[in-house]
């Protein structure tokens, strides 16, 4: 099988992947602010968010994990937790978290299922690769702090990650170059969560 | 150390291994069916349940994971998900679904605590990698579905997974032909969880 | 960059490995009497408990994990777990466990720094990598226990870990020998999560 050219997307995907990480560190801390924590804590849950599923990601792909070699990624931590410590409570309030979230939603899945094709995996290992980046830092930091999961929202969350992941990894099957593939994908993604957040979309709930 | 001739139980593994995902699977589903969610839901907790015990025990093995390079296993788990999405529940209440557990549960003692002895791993911990093949699926579930863990039931569990890796390990070790020491370990490990279905066998609790 | 010497911090941390997986492996245990459960559970909780931090970090660093090929660390946990269950509950209530735990704590947060260091990791995930060993363990006993997290307990716990962690690096990184670098640093963490027992030593809350 012939891997993706991956470097060709390369200055992309390191902008994408520094805001999905700070987008997510903010999102751990704010679980930690919701709960009263300390600083220690909103670090802790900051990073735990925003590495989280790629971790999990490169630990499946038997990949180097991400941030280990490389400092960034922590320290975008560090600073995203110690900027929502330090910033008035109100700042974070409403619906602007959401749609930073929704953007590192949609990049992180695109940017998951391109690591794993470029590592040679089939496509529907690549496009769980994708789900996983992309959503399994949140559901740990709802683990952690005991509030109920983002897996079970009635809105959608999930399926926009797996939209955009199966689309990326279509269109790239296709022959459709990669950052078109990347754009396109990351676009509907980002809009099927969008509608979740603006009108509440969701897929029809079992009935039994 | 002489490495298993894991090659010999390959067929009867295969078959050992699809049996317990789609098992797992239905389990995963019906867990998301309980708590009412979207088709997408059903799909993740049944790529969880089915396929966390196998990851985890590769990982900890080093080994790649099993279903990256092979869709297989995300095929099925998708697959028995659609189904219990589309059949009526009536058809998944009662003990049937304890019953193709206690068979999935059995398997995958065994395979895992072959596949870790193929390896070179030693007794104790190819008898661990058993356990955690067999039982880290469902606990993956239990917590992401918010759910008391099977770690915690009263009725024996997690002992029937234990006891069916420990012979298997012993049997292998003592020199017993590998397809005889998996159908005996397995079918101990299955009659232990049968008796804890039908007479809720159970272990002594502490006192303290 | 030029590795940590760390085979002359060999017999130290033999010692401190041994002995932290015996704490961790009691208070896993503990959680188990508390939910009246069986010795099975006993020895799961007490495995998962004193192993799982070391694992995470194995996993994270791309090392082999360090029980599957050495049984003594699994043997130790069950042994562990044999003794809290025989042992009158007396003897382990009130703070006895809380100082051996502080021990592990500060042990396992320089030993899992080190062995970061000595993989050529850098300061900063290398310091993350402490904080991993010393604390994830105890993380996943709470999840699965469904007890409140050590990571949203009000004194001091993660903080003194960190301590332990980021002083060796630094003191390591600046030249001083590295026993002495050790010494000092699980001496730190250790005074600092004391103050926590003692006096409930905590870090300002966020207030919003």
Redesign the interface.
């Known amino acids: 099988m012939t891997l993706l050219p991956l470097d060709h997307l390369a200055p992309a995907l390191v902008w994408l992947d520094i805001a999905g990480i700070a987008v997510f560190a903010v999102s751990g801390a704010l679980a ?2 919701r ?8 670090a ?1 849950f900051a ?1 735990i968010t925003s590495t989280g599923g790629g ?1 999990v990601r490169d ?4 990949a ?2 991400f ?5 960034r990624a ?2 975008t931590c560090l600073g995203m937790a110690v900027l929502v ?1 330090f910033t008035p ?1 109100w700042l974070w309030r409403g619906k602007a978290l959401d749609w930073f979230d929704a953007l590192g939603l949609a990049a992180y899945a695109v940017y998951g299922a391109a690591k794993a094709l470029s590592l040679g ?5 690549a496009t ?1 690769m994708g ?1 996983v980046t992309a959503c399994v830092g949140g ?1 740990i930091r709802d ?4 509030e ?2 983002i ?2 929202r009635p809105e959608i969350y ?2 926009a990650a ?1 939209l955009a992941a199966a689309l990326f990894v279509g269109l790239s099957l296709l022959g459709v170059p990669l950052p078109l593939a990347a754009g396109l994908a990351a676009t509907a993604g980002f809009v099927l969560r969008a509608l979740a957040i603006v009108r509440g979309l ?7």
């Open positions: 930690a602010a709960l009263k924590q300390n600083l220690v804590t909103f802790f990073a971790t630990l499946l792909l038997g180097p994990v941030w280990m070699h490389d400092p922590i320290t410590w409570a995996i089939p496509a529907l290992p769980v789900v559901i683990v952690l702090a005991g109920p999961s897996l079970l999930v399926t797996a969701a897929l029809p709930l079992y009935r039994g």
